[in-house]
């Protein structure tokens, strides 16, 4: 399984954007990226997935280098509410279910 | 409207009873999973389910176990044997093989005393 890496904790102002990296430098051909976040004791959150084109939805953009070994997740202009931890895990869509590992995450604190 | 439901959210028991939390889906997804998380943690997986009458061991299994008896249906039983019970704990469903996401329940916070 591609094992992901992303710093522990950021701060974003308001009204900034808040790019948060990722690095999954063993992702094979076949496996997604995804991002997830999880607001204080409640389930985590579907954000957005890749596989190798840049993505947006109407939460964020995901930017994924040519290479496929790391990505950034940006928010484009960060609320309050954006105040989060974020998960980037990589799947497949096939195979075990297990598939589906967390990490840590990055704790975003988005400041006023 | 489909979603997925944890019950109850905050459960209290006394140390060495079994606890079981309810996890129920309606969305006809056939995997479904448990997940722990420690205060400050990320989430580590219990177990999986990938299909009815069939589920696979995590990377914290021990302690806990699991039935998948339906589909809807993916209840946790923690156990005595389980040395530190108290967490949050969630559940979380997502349909296999295609590119979806997975959806997640609002979590079961467990306090042994």
């Known amino acids: 399984d591609a094992k992901t890496t992303q710093p522990t904790s950021m701060d974003c102002a308001e009204g900034r954007a808040a790019n948060l990296p990722c690095n999954h430098s063993t992702i094979s051909g076949n496996e997604y990226v995804y991002w997830y976040r999880q607001i204080h004791s409640q389930g985590p959150q579907y954000i957005i997935h890749?596989?190798?084109n840049n993505e947006t939805n109407e939460m964020a953009s995901l930017i994924i280098t040519e290479d496929r070994k790391s990505s950034t997740l940006i928010l484009p202009h960060a609320t309050l509410r954006d105040t989060a931890v974020y998960y980037c895990?990589?799947?497949?869509?096939?195979?075990?279910?297990?598939?589906?590992?967390f990490g840590s995450g990055t704790q975003l604190t988005v400041l006023p | 409207d489909g979603g997925i439901t944890q019950s109850p959210k905050y459960l209290f028991r006394k140390e060495g009873q079994n606890v079981t939390l309810s996890c129920e889906q309606n969305?006809?997804?056939?995997?479904m999973y448990w997940y722990r998380q420690d205060p400050g943690q990320g989430l580590r997986l219990i177990y999986y389910?990938?299909?009815?009458?069939?589920?696979q061991k995590g990377d914290i299994a021990e302690g806990y176990s699991v039935s998948r008896e339906k589909k809807e249906s993916f209840p946790l039983t923690v156990t005595s044997a389980q040395k530190n019970p108290t967490a949050f704990y969630l559940c979380?469903?997502?349909?296999?093989?295609?590119?979806?996401?997975?959806?997640f329940g609002q979590g079961t916070r467990l306090t042994v005393v």
């Open positions: 969305l006809n997804h056939d995997a």
């Open positions: 979380a469903s997502k349909r296999q093989g295609q590119v979806t996401e997975a959806f």
């Open positions: 895990i990589v799947t497949r869509t096939s195979g075990s279910a297990r598939q589906l590992t």
């Open positions: 389910s990938q299909i009815v009458n069939d589920f």
């Open positions: 890749g596989l190798k």
